[in-house]
């Protein structure tokens, strides 16, 4: 079994930042990539970033240029730093993990709120 436990959200106000972690832990192998998806109240789950295990990244256009997402592969650990952030970008966190062994394995976060309000 795999677990993620994501840590560092919060209340922050507009123009603020916040460092989002997220630890992978168990029978890990073989990682494809890593990333962050986030979901507003009455809207759908959305990719903020992802990067892979040979440091590839990709990112949602609303967030290009204030978010960085970064990964420590000994630690199993990808990290999303949040600057520049609006009120927009509140919404629910999720990790994501994918790993490829004879087919794809997908795991996700238990979500940390984000909320970005004055």
């Known amino acids: 079994q795999v677990q993620l436990v994501e840590s560092g959200g919060g209340l922050v106000q507009p123009g603020g930042s916040l460092r989002l972690s997220c630890a992978a832990s168990?029978?890990?192998?073989?990682?494809?990539?890593m990333g962050w998806y986030r979901q507003a109240p009455g809207k759908e789950r959305e990719l903020v970033a992802s990067?892979?295990?040979?440091?590839?990244?990709n990112y949602a256009d609303s967030v290009k240029g204030r978010f960085t997402i970064s990964r420590d592969n000994a630690k199993n650990t990808v990290y999303l730093q949040m600057n520049s952030l609006k009120p927009e970008d509140t919404a629910v966190y999720y990790c994501?993990?994918?790993?490829?062994?004879?087919?794809?394995?997908?795991?996700w976060g238990q979500g940390t709120q984000v909320t970005v309000s004055s």
């Open positions: 994501n993990l994918e790993m490829q062994l004879f087919r794809q394995y997908v795991y």
């Open positions: 168990g029978r890990i192998f073989n990682i494809n990539a």
């Open positions: 990067i892979t295990s040979s440091g590839t990244t």
